[in-house]
């Protein structure tokens, strides 16, 4: 099977099929095999899904794959590559370096070896027609995925004006940065017609960085000083379109200042497209100011608008000349501060409202009244549905952005019964995940893979909506291991964008990681993790308590006092993302007269002088309805608490979490959340829960029961260069 690449009429392979068999197991077996060659960085990548090849009996468990490059004479031509196959490998990709290897016919060569290095089944050879890297891409340092160096000077001495030439490859944003030491005068970085891009004062000494978007082609940076300047380093990176959602969005938790400062200091820097609501572009909005000054700076700004008719909204389907009117009329494309609209959403309706908006945004791209206004979708699984294919044919043709939406929750239907790390890994590359999904974009959808955002979901705040839904795994490290896939997987070579969604369903801690990871994969360039932390929490475990009580110490006030228990529908009254997110197991107390309940446990695994955070919820165990603070003890021994930061935040369940009898409208379901910061004083703390006040009152009525979970220990992103 072959497709074509984007920009180049080159084959390359979608999937092959590698047979493995033995003498002593005879029943055949298929281990699915991936061989892409992508031009532009000069990459082969071989994946092979090694899923329906497990359990085999031992010795054919696979322990070695090898892929060979051949000649027509069957010589190799650039060493093969060797990978160790662990047990917990689902998923192999092997990535190597062909930018040496000239134009031609070669022979892929991939095989399998058991543990004692015999060899399962035939080697498959796949034939590859390479067409060599195309020249516009020797000569420029690829970083990753996303971000490519175009230039860079270093120890610079400019008393005057100094031109720098450089090339673009593409059509995308370039994130230029400077550092000087030394300024006897003013000196000043314009790119093109962008002037002043970058100023510094005199005897200023400090590094600053501006992003623009560019089109593809040769570009002027112009470095002028008005005295004697020492440049130590100047970088141009062409870098992905990095989009969030939504501007001025406040997340839950202590800001420790105003939402304007919070913005300007942890996300404006790491974001050059904002999604904003309509409602910013009125002359007496306070946002409307910050907006104007925000594009100003080359940031754009884009105006959310629905997806009127079409069944994602439950409207009838509207006519091409419908969704031309209806989009012609919003303020993403009426109004002179936006750049243009994103439409809410397209998730995979086989409807032909999709082909009507396809070729309604053609006629828009086409009219002089809208020819500079972009036009922007969020999507679903579209490359499946030719009404889908025709509304991406038709972005991909008008120059505008798929933002492609990836909300993957840590409980996951597909990460379960064996939610690990490794599981966690292998479900990112399946088509539920990233990879898969994405291959299928560049494979059936031509040119989508550089107009797509992969649009990742960061919720985290409860009464919103929680893919953090798992409490011991480290959300964090999700998260960064999702956008690593993007930065690294061949599949994803040449992404378009990065995208959040969205502040307001996330806390502060979540907001500024996002904005972290922004940074660290689609500017710094880097493929390396962005945190060495584990995946699975190391410091506290069981807190859903679904193996019982196990790992904890219980201190009944009276007999049967305390008990595990269970709530059908309460993970989805807390909102933890999906039907299938667990959380309906906790521990219940029954407030007693003669004292508190408890139980303690001893947290694992610290680091002293490290920020950890911990995070519960607790509910009424009979009667939901109670808009009631709940009374009840966190007591952490053995570390320093930071209690101007602690939060108790109590929630309504929202009317997408309803579950009977909570509807989230008439009859709301009451949770609490409880949130406290605290610095690790040794490798272990120890923690202790009640449903008492404090060891004197109550605080709360006796005879409630109480239900505890989401209990959780994990680290704490601080915001770099400050210390709580």
């Not at 202590?254 to 904002?274: C, G, W």
């Not at 011991?472 to 969604?501: I, R, S």
Request: proline share 6%; hydrophobic share 35%.
């Amino acid at each position: 099977m072959v497709g074509t690449m984007n920009n180049c009429n080159m084959k390359y392979a979608l999937m092959v099929v590698l047979i493995a068999c033995s003498t002593a197991w005879t029943q055949e077996r298929r281990a699915r095999l991936w061989v892409l060659a992508v031009p532009e960085p000069a990459v082969l990548m071989v994946d092979v899904n090694l899923s329906s090849l497990t359990p085999l009996p031992k010795p054919t468990v696979p322990s070695e794959m090898r892929v060979s490059v051949l000649d027509a004479d069957g010589a190799e031509v650039i060493g093969n590559v060797v990978r160790k196959i662990r047990p917990a490998d689902g998923r192999i990709v092997i990535k190597k370096d062909v930018s040496a290897l000239p134009p031609g016919t070669y022979q892929v060569v991939t095989t399998l070896f058991d543990q004692d290095g015999g060899q399962i089944g035939r080697p498959y050879p796949h034939e590859l027609d390479w067409p060599g890297q195309p020249e516009e891409f020797k000569g420029i340092r690829i970083l990753n995925n996303l971000v490519w160096e175009l230039l860079r000077v270093e120890h610079k001495r400019v008393d005057g004006t100094e031109r720098f030439i450089f090339k673009s490859p593409k059509r995308r944003w370039v994130y230029v940065a400077a550092t000087t030491r030394e300024t006897a005068g003013t000196m000043r970085i314009s790119l093109n017609e962008h002037k002043d891009i970058i100023t510094f004062a005199k005897d200023e000494k400090a590094t600053k960085e501006s992003m623009r978007f560019l089109p593809a082609g040769e570009h002027e940076l112009i470095v002028s000083s008005d005295g004697a300047c020492r440049l130590e380093s100047l970088v141009i990176r062409s870098i992905p379109e990095i989009l969030l959602h939504e501007f001025m969005g406040g997340p839950s938790g202590d800001l420790e200042m105003s939402l304007e400062a919070f913005y300007a200091k942890h996300v404006m820097p790491n974001v050059n497209t904002f999604v904003g609501a309509p409602g910013y572009m009125a002359e007496d909005h306070d946002y409307l100011q910050i907006f104007k000054k925000w594009r100003q700076g080359g940031g754009r700004l884009l105006l959310a608008c629905p997806a009127r008719g079409t069944p994602d909204i439950g409207d009838s389907s509207f006519t091409v000349e419908q969704a031309y009117e209806f989009m012609a009329s919003t303020k993403g494309l009426t109004n002179p501060f936006a750049d243009g609209i994103i439409i809410d959403e397209f998730i995979g309706h086989n409807d032909p409202s999709y082909s009507n908006y396809g070729q309604a945004i053609r006629q828009l791209r086409e009219s002089p009244t809208f020819k500079n206004k972009l036009i922007y979708t969020y999507i679903g699984t579209l490359y499946g549905i030719e009404p889908g294919k025709d509304l991406v044919s038709a972005i991909v043709d008008s120059g505008g952005t798929l933002a492609w939406e990836r909300y993957l929750s840590t409980a996951s239907e597909h990460l379960l019964p064996n939610p690990s790390g490794s599981a966690a890994r292998n479900f990112l590359r399946e088509e539920y995940g990233l990879v898969d999904s994405a291959r299928f974009y560049r494979d059936r959808c031509p040119g989508s893979i550089e107009h797509l955002a992969v649009c990742f979901g960061f919720f985290s705040k409860p009464g919103g909506h929680l893919l953090n839904a798992t409490p011991w795994v480290n959300y964090n490290v999700y998260l960064d291991m999702q956008f690593n896939v993007v930065a690294n997987n061949p599949a994803f070579w040449g992404t378009y964008g990065l995208m959040g969604y969205h502040t307001s369903y996330s806390d502060e801690e979540t907001l500024r990681w996002i904005c972290r990871l922004f940074r660290h994969y689609g500017m710094e360039g880097n493929t390396r993790p962005a945190t060495d932390d584990p995946y699975s929490s190391p410091h506290l475990v069981n807190g859903d308590f679904e193996d019982g009580t196990q790992g904890w110490q219980i201190a009944p006030a009276v007999e049967d006092s305390i008990r595990t228990g269970s709530q059908e529908g309460l993970g989805f009254l807390q909102t933890r993302y999906g039907r299938k997110s667990g959380g309906d197991t906790g521990l219940v107390m029954a407030r007693s007269a003669s004292g508190p309940n408890a139980i303690t446990r001893e947290i694992m695994d610290l680091q002293p002088g490290k920020l950890y955070t911990f995070r519960m919820m607790t509910s009424d165990f009979k009667d939901m309805s109670n808009k009631e603070n709940h009374a009840v003890s966190v007591r952490l021994d053995n570390v320093t608490l930071i209690p101007e930061r602690t939060i108790t935040q109590l929630f309504p369940n929202p009317t997408w979490g309803g579950h009977p009898p909570y509807d989230g409208n008439t009859h709301q379901a009451w949770l609490a959340y409880h949130w406290y910061l605290f610095r690790a004083n040794e490798t272990t703390a120890k923690l202790t829960l009640s449903d008492w006040a404090d060891d004197e009152k109550p605080g709360g009525q006796i005879g409630q029961e109480l239900i505890f979970n989401f209990i959780q220990v994990h680290p704490y992103y601080a915001p770099e260069g400050d210390k709580p």
